[in-house]
């Protein structure tokens, strides 16, 4: 994926985004009966712009894509005329100024839906919740895992795929307390595992939880056995076909093919000899791997991809698939259950029960954009999903100068029975600026420090 690619995926997601929150206070206003000056894509110069409808509302794409806006008429903003004080948003009742705010990340948790809807009834490919051995002095082997158990449910909750398995444990790796486990054992036998997840380290979260719990997905042994040779590169020069299998490396026993790419990624630019059978045939050849730079590390590579076991493989995978009306509950669900997860984060980050470096900025956003649109369309709408919910929770926030700080000076004024002073505005505007700037700041820290640290 290029860096161009994924400013693309990156411009386009936020696009989108955009356009539907700010449509959701468009379409609101425009019900209740508030005039709509701009809807504008973007900050800054105007690149392209009409003016369209009745109103004449101007349509505008701005130069900065970072955000957009809906400009309603407002006697605040600038003079109005007699004839349309009662088309004015500041005339508006605290209900309706309510409903016309709130509609913006309540149309980005109804897109959100509207994307998980379909994918789940078109069905998303997904490894099976079967364990690898677990990692040593941890959690998951504190609780008896063994490796090739398949887990079938967490806390009462039946899961199908080991994404339900790690969305299930990061919700409830934050309670900090035992986890029940039901388990089926490689020889059909069912059985429970209790996780204590009492210390778990909740500032390691950004990292992979599964992995600090100790499970990890099983993979079966894949025999050293030649599938395929890259045209053109070492293996195919040094005489190696597809069906070889390699004996030894070195003189030293090869039994996997990951111990085989262990010795040639140790090996680069240095000849490596190889002991090879080719049918009843026990032959050797020596060859050098290709020196390439990979995660800023130097390894070796010959070009050659392991024979697989397709039945094996499939026997691995499943497909997480549901009939229209579960799948609409099921869209309802993640929805709502992302959006509690995210707040939950969120204030145990006030709390410090939680570590900062779990705020993204654009430039990761960014950087998942690209990785979920070289993964297909599957995955890059549910990236879209994610991004809008986060967006909806994110403008609820009671914040100055966000959705969430209007609806906060709205609540006050449904029970003050006044509008909050200008005065209170301004103050609130100011500390609204001071703490979404420094949550910038936290963002692009965290952006560049995973830059730096890869």
């Not at 444990?169 to 089926?184: F, G, T, Y």
């Amino acid at each position: 994926m290029t860096l161009l690619h994924t400013v693309a995926a990156f411009v386009l997601a936020l696009g989108i985004l955009v356009i539907v929150h700010e449509y959701g206070h468009y379409l609101v206003a425009r019900i209740c009966g508030v005039k709509v000056l701009r809807f504008s894509i973007g900050f800054g110069l105007p690149l392209w712009k009409k003016r369209l409808g009745r109103d004449q509302t101007e349509w505008v794409v701005a130069a900065v894509p970072l955000g957009g806006y809906v400009k309603m008429l407002d006697e605040r903003e600038g003079e109005v005329a007699p004839q349309e004080l009662g088309r004015a948003f500041n005339r508006q009742s605290v209900w309706r100024r309510y409903a016309v705010v709130v509609a913006g990340p309540v149309a980005n948790f109804l897109f959100a839906i509207l994307l998980y809807w379909p994918l789940f009834m078109h069905g998303v490919q997904e490894a099976r919740p079967i364990v690898a051995a677990p990692l040593a002095h941890t959690p998951a082997a504190s609780a008896g895992f063994e490796r090739g158990e398949t887990i079938r449910a967490i806390d009462g909750v039946s899961v199908g795929s080991w994404q339900e398995v790690r969305w299930r444990l990061l919700q409830l790796a934050l309670e900090h307390r035992q986890v029940k486990v039901e388990v089926l054992s490689r020889e059909h036998h069912l059985d429970w595992r209790t996780l204590d997840l009492s210390r778990f380290d909740a500032e390691q979260l950004e990292g992979d939880t599964l992995a600090l719990i100790g499970l990890r997905l099983y993979q079966p042994e894949i025999k050293p056995v030649i599938g395929q040779v890259v045209a053109g590169s070492v293996a195919e020069r040094a005489g190696l076909q597809a069906g070889d299998r390699i004996l030894a490396a070195d003189g030293k026993p090869v039994s996997t093919w990951n111990e085989l790419v262990q010795v040639v990624r140790s090996h680069p630019g240095v000849e490596l000899r190889l002991t090879f059978q080719r049918g009843k045939e026990r032959r050797e050849l020596a060859l050098v791997p290709e020196t390439v730079q990979q995660d800023g590390s130097t390894v070796g590579r010959i070009g050659a991809a392991a024979q697989i076991d397709q039945q094996a493989m499939d026997e691995l995978v499943t497909v997480v698939r549901y009939g229209a009306a579960r799948a609409l509950v099921k869209a309802v669900q993640k929805t709502w259950d992302m959006s509690a997860f995210s707040l939950n984060m969120l204030g145990r980050m006030l709390v410090g029960q939680v570590s900062w470096k779990n705020i993204s900025g654009p430039v990761t956003i960014a950087d998942y954009a690209g990785q979920s649109a070289q993964l297909g369309l599957v995955s890059y709408l549910n990236f879209l999903a994610l991004i809008s919910i986060s967006l909806g929770v994110l403008n609820l926030l009671p914040i100055p100068l966000l959705d969430g700080g209007h609806l906060m000076y709205y609540t006050i004024e449904f029970f003050k029975g006044s509008p909050v002073s200008d005065r209170m505005m301004e103050i609130g505007q100011k500390l609204g600026l001071t703490l979404l700037l420094v949550l910038m700041a936290f963002a692009f820290y965290n952006d560049i420090n995973r830059l730096i640290s890869g």
